[in-house]
């Protein structure tokens, strides 16, 4: 029996000097953010692909200059996680153009949209999940910025 390999894309996505990311409060856990993205479908050509469906379905939005920037591979029960990392600058964001299926699902919790300061000092102020992604992005603020031709801030 083969494992199973689960993908998925997900975005350190700028939007000038901020990093959009959603806060995910669900019952009973504290609150916690993520990057965007989720899991590759079958019917996406491309892991990129995946990475620009996944942006407009909980962003309504579009990115260009989509990086691949860091690679993270888990163990899972029966299988294999590799989430692909790229970074990307946001082009356009109409949230009630969301698409994604996971905002009708009240047990789900709520997925909030929000932009913090692409700093290593606001970042490492964040539950950014997985926290192996949060110290890369933390560590890396300039290299990241410097790929998208962004501007980061100093502080």
Same mark, same amino acid.
């Given at each position: 029996m083969s494992d199973v390999v689960r993908r998925s894309a997900r975005a350190i996505l700028? #939007?000038?000097e901020e990093l959009v990311l959603i806060k995910r409060t669900k019952p009973g856990r504290e609150p916690y953010w993520v990057t965007v993205g989720g899991g590759v479908e079958a019917d996406d050509d491309t892991i990129e692909a995946a990475?620009?469906?996944e942006v407009f379905e909980e962003l309504g939005g579009t990115?260009?200059?989509? %990086?691949?920037v860091y690679l993270?591979?888990?163990?899972?029960?029966?299988?294999?996680?590799?989430?692909?990392?790229?970074?990307?600058?946001?082009?356009?964001?109409?949230?009630?153009?969301?698409?994604?299926? %996971?905002?009708s699902i /009240?047990?789900?919790? #709520?997925? %909030?949209?929000?932009?913090? /300061?692409?700093t290593c000092d606001a970042l490492r %102020?964040?539950?950014?999940?997985?926290s192996q992604l949060a110290d890369f992005i933390a560590t890396n603020t300039q290299?990241?910025?410097?790929?998208?031709?962004t501007p980061v801030r100093k502080a």
């Open positions: 700028l #939007d000038g990475l620009h469906r990115v260009d200059c989509a %990086e691949l993270i591979t888990d163990q899972l029960n029966g299988g294999i996680g590799v989430q692909y990392i790229f970074a990307a600058r946001l082009v356009a964001m109409d949230l009630t153009a969301r698409t994604g299926t %996971e905002f /009240p047990k789900r919790g #709520d997925y %909030e949209v929000v932009r913090v /300061p692409f %102020e964040l539950n950014l999940m997985p290299a990241i910025a410097s790929i998208l031709d």
